[in-house]
């Protein structure tokens, strides 16, 4: 056997620059190759472009090493034959990327960035959404409490709490609960005694008073009953709110007996003090499409009982509603809403948002007041009266202590039940319609809720018919006088003022329940005993 390529192949294995080479070569081979084949799509997919995103980012610490010249170390220029070669700009780098993560990349990514060559392994692709599931794990989140544990009223309780809250209602109801605040009327007013209500001997009763803080609001009576459920204290509460006497669409103190029942119709509540003369039509005109209450037990006839005109029925002998002694709202006046006081007789022109403007009947002087967004408070001193008219914007109360007179229409801008529009107009006198001279034929509107302590009337009744006198919002009057032949009578009730009051509008003194729990939920008291001693504690006592 010939023995010399083997002695060939030792010679060069001791050469070591060549065995450099020769490796240098094959490693050299696959790197070329896949250079040649990322730079010829790298700018056709989505892997490329984050390729190409990884490197330029991997180039910024090279930078930072020294390994490759920053913008900030090249020359200020170039010779022209570099400068010619030099790129005119940077290539821009690709736009953000959208979730969700592209596709896993291949195994390996290799390229060059300024002679410096960068191979890319990917991680794998599960690994991105890892990484938030592990960082919310980290980052602690709120802790959701349990709801406390309820104990279900069974339909004969939910029967039975309803004739617990008539009671109630009959207790509050007979007192003034004003009296029994303290200044600032959050106070407790009473606790009551449980067995008078119809409730169980062990349950703690408790009420609180809210007076109403806006020119709008309605004053509250929060009611918590408390009661033992093995030995741990569940509670129930109900919320009353007052009732304004806006709470009716016409409301009467005292007929006039010389007033008989002609082309009326009232949408919504009618309520008189005294009894009212339905008998004079043997076919009654009138309509009523509210309930009818009658404080006197006023006898009415099989015809009138079973007639059309009651769509809710009526009932007599439900009890007297006193009007309050003055309608001044003195307590009002710090509600936040702006005062602005009148001591002449004064023609008032709502402009909608442009406000109200004032003119002094006797010299002339005019003015105008803007209605900001806590309400506005006109209000008359000495024997100031007041004449009214046109288009309403924000919340306005208009009192007197004398007189006031409709002399136009009285309109909302915004008239729909989500409208923050009220106009209340108050007087410790009377509130008059001026007669056609002034109004001019036809009908009138009058949005408003109106309260006349003495008396509302219409100016020359006795003209021949002339239209519909229609008033959207509450009539609340001492006496009222006839309107027709002038007008026929439509009040139609403003749904807003269920659970809102006309700025300011006086109030009955009596409270309706707003909403009740049908459920008993479990309380724990600050520092309450454990569970073994609080078990032992006997129930609570009023």
Partial sequence: MNDRPTKMILGVMRRPLLWGLLVSLLLHVPVLALLAGARWNISSTPEAALVEMILQSAAVPAQESDVIAGPEQLPASLPAAAAAEAPSSPPPLPPPLSAPVPPALPVQQVATVNDTVIVHTPVDSAA?????????????????????????????????????MDRLLQQLNEHDLNERTDPARTASIAT????????????????????????????EVNVVITRQFDGQPHQMRIRLQERALSHYAKFVNRWDSNVTLGDDRVDGRFHANSEVNF????????????????????????????????????RTGTGRIALPQTAFPSHWLESGAEVFTLSEDTRLEFQGAAGIVWTDIN????????????????????RARFELSGDIAGRVL???PQRQMITGNLEYVDASEDSADYLALISDGSIEVASATVTGPGDLRINA???????????????????VLHVYGSLVAGSVSATEPRYSTHIEYDPRFEHNRPPAFPGTGLYDVRDWEQHWIAVSAPDAPPADVADSVPALQP
């Fill in 279 to 314: 008998e004079s039509f043997a076919n009654p005109r009138s309509q009523f499409n509210g309930e009818v209450t009658i404080a006197r037990r006023q006898a009415l006839t099989r015809r009138v009982r079973e007639s059309s005109m009651f769509a809710a029925g009526v």
């Fill in 192 to 219: 009551l005694d449980p067995v008078t209500l119809g409730l169980l001997a062990g349950d703690h009763v408790e009420t609180s008073f809210q007076e109403a803080t806006s020119l709008t609001g309605l004053a």
């Fill in 398 to 400: 208009v009192y007197s």
């Fill in 363 to 382: 010299n002339g002087e005019q003015g105008r007041v803007l209605v900001p967004e806590a309400g506005l408070i006109i209000a008359g001193i000495d």
């Fill in 449 to 467: 809720a109106l309260f006349a302590r003495d008396r509302f009337s219409v100016r020359r009744f006795s003209d021949r018919h002339q239209g």
């Fill in 128 to 164: 991105p959404l890892f990484i938030p599931q592990l960082l919310s794990k980290l980052v602690p989140q709120p802790l959701l409490q349990p709801d406390p544990p309820t104990v279900q009223m069974a339909a004969n309780e939910v029967d039975a709490m309803h004739e617990v």
